[in-house]
């Protein structure tokens, strides 16, 4: 079954950086436009930031000047900057299509930790 597939999560302490990649599997992203959410525990998944094939990026009004989304046409990917990391991001982090037209991947844990 085609669906996405999330990596790069690991444990980071406050103030570290990660990146996020998101990939397809069994279906090619780099003509989608593609968003990434995250779901802290004990919470409902928001969206963070999604970017559009035409080039317009929209965050989540917590992550604006720490985060970034791009993509990757060659790599077939797309990607989550994460600066600055606050415990309060401690989160799964999942990729989607804005048309919500593949299932949910696995996630990559994020767990910010001193």
């Known amino acids: 079954q085609k669906h996405l597939v999330e990596s790069g999560g690991g444990v980071v302490q406050p103030g570290e950086s990660l990146r996020l990649a998101c990939v397809g599997n069994?279906?090619?992203?780099?003509?989608?436009?593609m968003e990434w959410f995250h779901q802290a525990p004990g919470r409902q998944r928001e969206r963070v930031a999604k970017?559009?094939?035409?080039?317009?990026?929209v965050y989540q009004d917590s992550v604006k000047g720490r985060f970034t989304i791009s993509s990757d046409n060659t790599m077939d990917a797309v990607y989550l900057q994460m600066n600055d990391l606050k415990p309060e991001t401690t989160a799964v982090y999942y990729c989607?299509?804005?048309?919500?037209?593949?299932?949910w991947g696995q996630g990559t844990q994020v767990p910010v930790s001193s």
């Open positions: 970017i559009y094939v035409g080039g317009n990026i």
């Open positions: 989607s299509t804005i048309a919500h037209s593949l299932p």
């Open positions: 069994g279906h090619f992203i780099n003509h989608e436009n």
